[in-house]
């Protein structure tokens, strides 16, 4: 069973920057591709990044391409986000999952899920 446990959430103004972390419990945590996903109230679960296994693959959305860059520290067993520019319509729980190998957009591609880390921007 893989443990993932997100921090860094916070407030932060339209404008600002926020880095968050994922903190896996996987062994060993190089197996999977890494995905960052968020979910605004009403709405439904949106993709945001994913980074492959090895971290030679990124991939994101368009609403965050050029803003947001995926990482991760196989060392470390931690997957990151670092969020720039950051828009109200950014207001969302983000959540971290594990899963595959390769970078992919679709939920169900992931195995293992953390529990979220809130997200607000003030404008």
């Known amino acids: ?3 993932l446990v997100e921090s860094g959430g916070g407030l ?4 600002g920057s926020q880095r968050l972390a994922c903190a ?3 062994r060993p ?3 999977y591709a890494m995905g960052w996903f968020r979910q605004a109230p009403g709405k439904e679960r949106e993709f945001v990044a994913s980074i492959s ?3 030679g693959s990124t991939y994101y ?3 965050v391409k050029g803003r947001f860059t995926i990482s991760r520290d196989n060392v470390r067993s931690t997957a990151y986000l670092q969020m720039n520019n950051l828009k109200p319509e950014d207001t969302a729980v983000y959540l971290c999952a594990a899963g595959g190998r390769l970078v992919a957009k ?3 591609a992931y195995d293992y899920w953390g529990q979220g880390t809130q997200v607000t ?3």
């Open 1 to 3: 069973q893989v443990q």
């Open 12 to 15: 932060v103004q339209a404008g």
């Open 106 to 108: 679709k939920p169900d």
């Open 29 to 31: 945590f190089r197996s």
């Open 53 to 55: 296994w090895h971290g």
């Open 61 to 63: 959305s368009d609403s």
């Open 121 to 123: 921007v003030s404008s």
């Open 24 to 26: 896996a419990s996987a």
